[in-house]
């Protein structure tokens, strides 16, 4: 009769033990949110690339070149002889002029000295005085993701506002090695 109580007792100690039970998550993301800001990149993107579309198309005399990262630009004045470009470390000052794509002006001829690569300047623009040497013009179409894309500058461009720049590289002042 003394084993019968003990044999439960052991029997329910046995029973009793077992390992950790995993947590299961609080929430579960679905991805929803991302993939709702694909679609709203997407959209954006189109609209934009339809505008700049109509820019070139309403302006024939201007031989536009689309660049491999993603804007256009045509040179108002290019120089043919065989003189450097801009690359990383090399110091270059420019002019430049800013506006929306329905031309409202943004900045007005704006001077800057820039260390290539080394300092912050908006992606499209980066990529864009690697284009140019030193006496050259060029106007640029840049969509709001070359731009300031979804932050804007936080002075006088917006949100996902894609710009023209008309940017003359002055002087290029290469690195030491």
């Known amino acids: 009769m003394k084993t019968l109580p003990?044999?439960?007792?052991?029997?329910?100690a046995c029973l009793s033990c077992k390992g950790p039970e995993?947590?299961?998550?609080e929430s579960v993301q679905s991805g929803s949110f991302l993939k709702a800001s694909v679609e709203r990149s997407k959209k954006l993107n189109a609209l934009e690339h339809k505008k700049i579309s109509k820019i070139i198309k309403n302006n024939p005399d201007?031989?536009?070149?689309?660049s491999e990262s993603g804007f256009w630009y045509h040179y108002n004045h290019k120089i043919e002889s065989d003189t450097i470009q801009p690359t990383f470390g090399d110091v270059v000052t420019f002019n430049f002029d800013v506006s929306n794509l329905e031309g409202e002006e943004i900045y007005a001829n704006t001077s800057k000295t820039y260390t290539?690569?080394?300092?912050?300047?908006?992606?499209?623009l980066r990529?864009?005085?690697?284009?140019?040497?030193p006496s050259e013009t060029a106007t640029f179409i840049f969509p709001s993701q070359k731009a300031f894309g979804y932050y804007g500058d936080d002075y006088k461009i917006g949100t996902n506002i894609p710009l023209i720049c008309?940017?003359?590289l002055n002087t290029i002042t290469q690195k030491n090695d």
């Open 62 to 66: 201007k031989d536009y070149i689309a």
């Open 166 to 168: 008309k940017v003359t």
């Open 22 to 25: 995993p947590r299961l998550p």
């Open 127 to 133: 990529e864009g005085l690697k284009l140019l040497k």
């Open 6 to 12: 003990l044999l439960a007792l052991v029997l329910l």
């Open 116 to 124: 290539m690569d080394k300092e912050e300047l908006f992606t499209g």
